[in-house]
């Protein structure tokens, strides 16, 4: 099966290299103007020299778009072998496939068995998923995957509606992108 589209690294040192898309059936790629627009709301002291997980990585576009901008290295979960191939294919041809590692396994399960901690935790799961409240309640439960200050951020379609709230993870903002709502949740304080 082809890959959904080309699309491009929006930002930094890989800025302009193509990357391929998604194979598996109902993937749906970040777009572009959102990736951007997550990473424009995001400080750099997020994701700049940081650990980075990429959750139902899909194309890996996110996790790659941040290190892109300087993360030190990312983590990239994704369930389909096929997708995990088009994720290390990203990764080489951005000049990135020694600071990704690709985990080709269900995400509550990578959660549950996990070292971390991650400062930025980036999600972008099936626009349908109906148990996103549970993955968020896994991650926020999980031994040392967060840390203080962690930032996660959630996209999802905006007729599924998000907690204010996932224990210690506190929602900071959400921006409304056509049918797409990106949530940004903070680990800790306030």
Same mark, same amino acid.
């Given at each position: 099966m082809r890959p959904k589209g080309l699309m491009r690294v929006v930002g930094g040192q890989a800025k302009g290299r193509r /990357?391929?898309?998604?194979?598996?059936?109902?993937? *749906?790629?970040?777009?572009e103007r959102? *990736?951007?627009?997550?990473?424009?709301? /995001?400080h750099p002291e997020v994701y700049q020299d940081r650990q980075? /997980?990429?959750l139902f990585a899909g194309s890996g576009s996110l996790g790659i778009e941040a290190l892109s901008l300087g993360a030190a290295n990312a983590v990239f979960v994704e369930r389909d072998r096929r997708q995990c191939e088009v994720i290390r294919s990203n990764l080489e041809r951005t000049g990135f496939g020694n600071q990704g590692q690709v985990r080709c396994e269900d995400v509550n399960k990578f959660l549950r068995n996990s070292s971390g901690p991650y400062q930025l935790v980036l999600m972008d799961p099936p626009y349908k998923m109906e148990n996103l409240d549970q993955v968020l309640e896994t991650l926020t439960s999980a031994m040392g995957v967060l840390e203080e200050g962690s930032v996660v951020v959630v996209g999802h379609s905006r007729f599924i509606v998000s907690n204010p709230e996932y224990g210690p993870l506190h929602l900071e903002s959400t921006r409304l992108y056509g049918d797409n709502v990106v949530g940004i949740y903070r680990q800790g304080g306030d």
């Open positions: /990357l391929k898309g998604t194979v598996s059936p109902g993937g *749906r790629p970040t777009t959102v *990736r951007a627009a997550i990473f424009n709301m /995001l980075v /997980l990429d």
